[in-house]
């Protein structure tokens, strides 16, 4: 069993096999590895704004493919058409 924590919902003991999905989610795996110490105490909210930041960076750095927007995943607009 493996502890991961999160800042909203508290703590929990997963099986290992669990951990990828959980973390995609949000959550982080306790012990932490060097990178993730280096961003601080899990406890603060310093921690949880550093980690998001830097999982924003990584997300942007990746390039989005064409038409994305217009894609049936992609969410609808909702409410009056812009003015033109």
Same mark, same amino acid.
């Given at each position: 069993?493996?502890?991961?924590?999160?800042? %909203?919902?508290?703590?929990?003991?997963?099986?290992?096999? *669990?951990?990828?999905?959980?973390?995609?989610?949000? $959550?982080?795996? $306790?012990?932490?590895?060097?990178?993730?110490?280096?961003?601080?105490?899990?406890?603060?909210?310093?921690? $949880?704004?550093?980690?998001?930041?830097?999982?924003?960076?990584?997300?942007?750095?990746?390039? %989005?493919?064409?038409?994305?927007? *217009?894609? *049936?995943?992609?969410?609808?607009?909702?409410?009056?058409?812009?003015?033109?």
């Amino acid at each position: 069993m493996v502890l991961v924590k999160h800042p %909203e919902i508290g703590n929990k003991h997963v099986e290992e096999s *669990e951990v990828p999905e959980l973390v995609k989610q949000g $959550w982080v795996k $306790w012990p932490r590895n060097d990178e993730e110490k280096a961003l601080g105490d899990g406890s603060d909210a310093a921690y $949880w704004r550093k980690k998001y930041q830097r999982d924003l960076a990584a997300s942007l750095e990746k390039p %989005e493919s064409e038409g994305a927007e *217009e894609s *049936e995943d992609a969410p609808k607009r909702r409410g009056r058409p812009p003015k033109d």
